[in-house]
């Protein structure tokens, strides 16, 4: 021990999973629906997480003032507040099946 902080990336981990968020490109609407079926034939792809998978999520407190995310996966939809909102999130054994399958 060096005494230095360890972070997340610094433990081996066997099989990891990696993760591609889909963000909006509009600034204001509602997603009416999400065909995910050619995304989730990429190979790879373990999940692809949306607001019609996730049911209602905790909502998060960020500090005033404390700079908080602007986006979060609090968001997921179906309504739409700001162009770059986080509306999926998709789950694969490698980045660049995820990032393929967004």
């Given at each position: 021990m060096t005494g230095?902080?360890?972070y997340g990336s610094d433990f081996v981990v066997s099989n990891p999973a990696y993760a591609f968020l889909v963000t909006s490109s509009i600034a204001k609407g509602r997603i009416e629906s999400m065909d995910l079926r050619a995304a989730k034939a990429v190979p790879g792809?373990?999940?692809i997480f949306n607001y019609e998978n996730?049911?209602?999520?905790?909502?998060?407190?960020?500090?005033?003032?404390?700079?908080?995310?602007?986006?979060?996966i609090q968001?997921?939809?179906?309504r739409i507040d700001?162009?770059?909102?986080?509306?999926?999130l998709v789950v694969a054994d490698t980045f660049e099946a995820a990032r393929e399958a967004m």
């Open positions: 230095e902080a360890r792809v373990l999940e996730t049911g209602e999520l905790k909502d998060i407190k960020y500090a005033r003032g404390g700079g908080g995310p602007i986006s979060s968001g997921f939809g179906p700001y162009g770059g909102q986080i509306v999926a």
